[in-house]
Structure formats: structure tokens, C-alpha cells
């Protein structure tokens, strides 16, 4: 029987289980192939929502689900932190002790903040990346009437490399909407001589921010944060005051990817077309994990998940494995107002955001609903 074993209950694994079960239903019926999803925690996230959340904007029961519901019935579901992958063996290691034998292994634990490795950054910062971070800033925000706000985006790369800007044009909408604005000045800092790593969106966003009396600073490495003078002190030698700080901590993939000797400096290195984890035959990884010139974003984890999918299933079925990823990304990027635009792009083309509109912005809204249908492998 042909094992395969997915780590990770995110948007990444999720999908790529439920497409696998839908390929290989004749062979798991069969008993010749079982599908397994290993994952750390019962419930499935919807992280996308956090940003929603900092404002008040969406509930727990928007953002989780059982995992067991999101799952095709053929998959089976095993709760159980991957402590290692023990790749000599070709078994997955649980903290529960228990093993899990692969022959096609898929690597979807996606990435976690460690703003501890930022000095001063978790006593004095605040952040949207995680639930109880993003409730946290809920909070801060309800109380905050007037200073300095600075969003800094501290480690790259991260979760949604947009979602940095979507927070700064919330913020002015936000602080406008209360009519506070004219008392909160609103800074955003970046780490290279641009407002974002990708230069299509960097041109995009820079007249966006001007337009909002957006105060930015690039070339902005943050060193460490005095939380007592609640101040930035950067590696170029500036410091910057703030009453509140919204710092985008430095992120890594789960520790055990290195503990195994599979990720590289935090992250999983893979084929930028097949996603097989350089070295590691038979090993695939997708999502936040990989190190790869492409967002961590949910819409690139899904892509992948298809391609993953199609491989792993045309081996089993002893056909040749055809399908490639070509760096499709999708984003939408809230502007506040109620306003959205998006972007679209690959390797080989650059994003264009358009016109930011309130019917982008819904699409957005409705997308976080339809991420269950999406999630489950329908759309
Ligand atoms: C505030 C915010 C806004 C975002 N907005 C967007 C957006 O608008 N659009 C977009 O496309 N993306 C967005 N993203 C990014 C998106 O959520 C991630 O890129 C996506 O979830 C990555 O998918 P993944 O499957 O790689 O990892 P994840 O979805 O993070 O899943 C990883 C899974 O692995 C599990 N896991 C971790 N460690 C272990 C272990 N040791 N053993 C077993 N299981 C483990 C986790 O519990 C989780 O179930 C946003 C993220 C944040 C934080």
C-alpha cells in the first residue's frame, strides 16, 4: 500500500489532502493507497481573518472550523505535533511517540511569528499575525486617542507581505472614521530603499500612503525596541519614538524542518516548479514553509496544493508527473474606505494593482466566506 502523509492542517495541507482523496478514491477504496493529514490541533484557522479581527471586524466562529468537517471522509485525520521526520527511516515522528510511514511525504506547516528575537519587541509591540495578537490590538486600538503609530515591518519575510499596507490604510480609515486623525501621526517603516519588497507594489503603494498623510521610512532595519523610552532603534543608527507600535515580527518555519535537516536557515528549499524538497526524494513541501521568490500567501499555498496533488497522485497511478507551478500568486489588498484592489502575478509577470473599488473589497469579504468551499477543494 502506498502511504502519503501530509504534516500540516493549514490551507496547504487541507487542500492538497481533499485533491488527493478526490484522484486516488479508487486506490484508497482499494486499500492500495491511504491518505494521511497530521496536524497540531484540532481546529483549522483562517488566518486572513486577524487582520479583519484587529478591527472588530470578524468573530471566532468566522475563522474556525473542526478540521474533521473540512476533510474529504477518505482522509484520515491524526492529531498529533510532528515532532520530527525521520527521513532515513521514511517515517514521521509524533510527540506522541508514535510513527507515520511514508512513502510520499508532503510538508505543509506553514510559519509562525518569533518576535522574541527582536529585543524589546514582545514587552513593548503589539501585532495582527496571530488570534490572541490581533484581539490584543483590538483592544490597544479602542483605547489609543492620540500619538504616534508606527507599523514596522521588522522580519522578511512574512505572512502576507502586503498585509503591512492593508493595516497602515485601515489604520487612516479607522482613526478618520472616529475623527481622531488629525491627532494620530501614522508612520510606516520598511527595510529596503523601498515601501515593499516587490517593486510593482512598491510604485503602487508609496502615492497610496503619501495620499493618506502616511509618514514612511525605508531603509529601516529595526535592531531592538527600548520599551521603557518606547523607542526603535534601528541597525542605520535612527531611532523612532511611538505610543503604539505595530511590529511585523520575524517569522521561521516549525522548528522540527531543521531538526530534521530539512530546512535551510528556517526555511524548506524546493524545485520552484515540481515543489520537491531539494535532496529528498519522494519529499514535497508547499505554503509558508518553502523558500521560494513567491509570497506566503494562502492563494500560493492553494496553487501549490493542485500541482503537489497532481504529482503525487500520477505517481501512485504510475503515470508520469506532469504538472508544474509557475508562481501563480493572487492577493487582494484592502485600502480602508471599504475599498480594495488586487493583484496577480507569476514569475515571469509583474503584479499591476487597479483602481482600488468597493466592489474589490466585497469580493474580499465574500472570499473569507467562500474559503471554506475553497479550502475543502470545491472552487
Ligand atoms: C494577518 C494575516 C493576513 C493574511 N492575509 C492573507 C490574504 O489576504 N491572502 C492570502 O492569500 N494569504 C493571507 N495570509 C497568509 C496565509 O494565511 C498563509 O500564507 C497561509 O495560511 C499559508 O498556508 P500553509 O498551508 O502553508 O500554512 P498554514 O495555513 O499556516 O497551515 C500550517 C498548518 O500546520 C500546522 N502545524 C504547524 N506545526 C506543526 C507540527 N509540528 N506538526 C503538525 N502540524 C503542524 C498548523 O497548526 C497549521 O494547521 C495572511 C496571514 C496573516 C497572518
Known amino acids: 500500500m ?7 492542517g493549514g490551507v496547504g495541507g487541507t487542500v492538497t489532502a481533499n485533491l488527493l482523496a478526490d484522484e486516488l478514491a479508487a486506490e484508497v477504496a482499494a486499500g492500495r493507497a491511504r491518505i494521511r493529514l497530521i496536524t497540531d490541533k484540532p481546529e483549522h484557522v483562517y488566518k486572513p481573518a486577524f487582520l479583519y479581527v484587529a478591527f472588530g471586524k470578524m468573530a471566532p466562529k468566522e475563522y474556525r472550523r473542526p478540521q474533521r468537517e473540512l476533510l474529504h471522509p477518505a ?10 521526520v525521520d527521513t532515513a527511516g521514511r517515517q514521521v515522528v509524533g510527540e506522541s511517540g508514535k510513527t507515520y510511514p511514508y512513502h510520499h511525504l508532503i510538508l505543509a506547516a506553514g510559519s509562525r511569528v518569533v518576535p522574541e528575537r527582536t529585543p524589546g519587541l514582545a514587552e ?16 490597544r486600538l479602542q483605547e489609543f486617542e492620540k500619538g504616534t503609530v508606527v507599523v514596522s515591518v521588522i522580519g522578511v519575510p512574512h505572512m502576507c507581505p ?3 499596507l492593508e493595516m497602515a490604510f485601515m489604520l487612516d480609515a479607522f482613526f478618520r472614521e472616529r475623527g481622531r486623525r488629525d491627532q494620530v501621526e501614522l508612520v510606516y517603516t520598511y527595510p529596503v530603499n523601498r515601501v515593499h519588497s516587490n517593486p510593482a507594489i512598491a510604485q503602487w503603494a508609496a502615492p497610496e500612503l503619501e495620499a493618506r498623510g502616511i509618514r514612511t521610512e525605508t531603509f529601516f532595519n529595526v535592531e531592538r525596541i527600548d520599551p521603557q523610552r518606547r523607542v526603535i532603534e534601528t541597525v542605520e ?18 522548528p522540527f524542518l531543521a531538526a530534521s535537516g530539512l530546512a535551510v536557515d528556517g526555511w524548506v528549499p524546493v524545485d520552484r516548479n515540481t515543489l520537491e524538497v ?17 509570497s506566503k500567501a494562502g492563494s500560493v499555498a492553494h496553487y501549490q ?17 506532469t504538472a508544474r507551478y509557475d508562481g501563480k500568486t493572487f492577493c487582494f489588498i484592502e485600502t480602508g474606505n471599504d475599498q480594495a484592489t488586487f493583484v496577480e502575478f507569476d514569475y515571469q509577470r509583474p503584479p499591476k494593482p487597479v483602481r482600488p473599488s468597493r466592489w474589490i473589497h466585497w469580493a474580499k469579504l465574500s472570499y473569507n466566506q467562500a474559503y471554506w468551499l475553497t479550502a475543502r477543494g470545491v472552487m
Open 278 to 294: 531539494k535532496g529528498h526524494e519522494g519529499i514535497y513541501a508547499l505554503g509558508d514553509v518553502t523558500v521560494l521568490p513567491v
Open 237 to 254: 543608527g535612527n531611532a523612532l519614538p511611538f505610543h503604539l507600535l505595530i511590529g511585523i515580527p520575524e517569522h521561521t518555519a516549525p
Open 124 to 139: 513593548a509591540g503589539e501585532q495582527f499575525y496571530t488570534e490572541e495578537g490581533a484581539a490584543r490590538l483590538f483592544q
Open 162 to 164: 502586503v498585509a503591512p
Open 2 to 8: 502506498e502511504e502519503i502523509v501530509i504534516v500540516g
Open 75 to 84: 482522509v484520515e485525520l491524526i492529531v498529533d505535533p510532528v515532532e520530527r
Open 305 to 321: 496544493a493542485s500541482v503537489v496533488a497532481a504529482n503525487v497522485a500520477a505517481r501512485v497511478q504510475g503515470r508520469p508527473a
